[in-house]
């Protein structure tokens, strides 16, 4: 089914890193629909993928806070209850890792 990842490239990490921010079918059923619901460019392009670059970082968080609070609001329309934890914890955990890796270790990621 696939997933949504984390690659991470640069001189401190091992070649082509990979971290699994979400699966592919939360993605699809938890994370997409709020971004297209509110209109999230970042993370509707989650799905197909981009360079994250330090200066878009901040929108990137946003979006994704934004998504982390639509989701405590209101649970997505196919999903259980431990579902949508478990695409919350997902969305702390990428807003962790993008500012570990972009903000405090200035390493390339690319997220798709």
């Not at 990979?18 to 989650?46: E, N, Y």
């Not at 901040?58 to 998504?67: G, K, M, R």
């Not at 329309?77 to 431990?82: L, N, T, Y």
Request: a negative charge; hydrophobic letters at 45%; aromatic letters at 6%.
């Amino acid at each position: 089914m696939g997933c949504i990842e984390l690659m991470v490239s640069g001189p401190t990490v091992d070649p082509n890193t990979f971290i699994k921010v979400v699966s592919r079918r939360l993605f699809d059923t938890c994370w997409h629909p709020v971004a297209i619901r509110r209109g999230l460019h970042w993370v509707q392009m989650m799905g197909t993928g981009f360079t994250v670059l330090p200066r878009d970082l901040p929108d990137i968080v946003a979006e994704l806070e934004v998504v982390s609070a639509e989701l405590a609001a209101e649970p997505p329309e196919r999903g259980s209850i431990e579902e949508l934890a478990v695409a919350r914890a997902a969305v702390s955990e990428t807003i962790a890792s993008l500012r570990e890796f972009v903000e405090s270790r200035g390493l390339d990621v690319y997220v798709g």
